[in-house]
């Protein structure tokens, strides 16, 4: 039990309440993806790499979805900044921690609205080092 037991809960009930539930695939990585820093690739037909045709793992995320800035976006990841951003192609979640059984990472695939989103960076929020929240961000397409 951590001390901010309370703001965990707070923080489901708030985003619970204001946004909703949806699913987060993750596909497995091969040691050659997991050492590179790629934060997301245009084209997922060689995310699994060669030959694994393992499907991915599905997890439901409570998060709120929110329209993109290029500070919330920026203030994720230093690799943005100074780039200019087709914000129609980003959304920006508050992802509660509560009853995750993953961390969202980048290279993970979040649907909302009928349409594939790679998270393309996330930041925990843990004052203690227990999760509260999670910050990400997501970019339209595969």
Known sequence: MTKYSGE????LEAIAEAGTTLPLKRYPRTV???ATEKP?????????GVGQLDEPST?????AVLPASNGKIEALDKRFRGQTLELSQ???????ASGLSIEPTAG??????????????ATAVEPDGTPIIY???IRLGL
Not at 108 to 121: E, Q
Request: with cysteine; hydrophobic share 50%; aromatic share 14%.
């Open 8 to 11: 965990i809960a707070d923080a």
């Open 32 to 34: 050659d993806d997991a």
């Open 40 to 48: 997301w690739k245009a084209d997922f037909t060689d995310q699994r």
């Open 59 to 63: 997890h439901t995320i409570t998060c």
């Open 90 to 96: 980003f959304r920006y979640l508050l992802i509660a």
């Open 108 to 121: 993970d695939v979040v649907t909302f609205k009928g349409a594939d989103w790679n998270v393309i960076a």
């Open 135 to 137: 910050k990400a961000a």
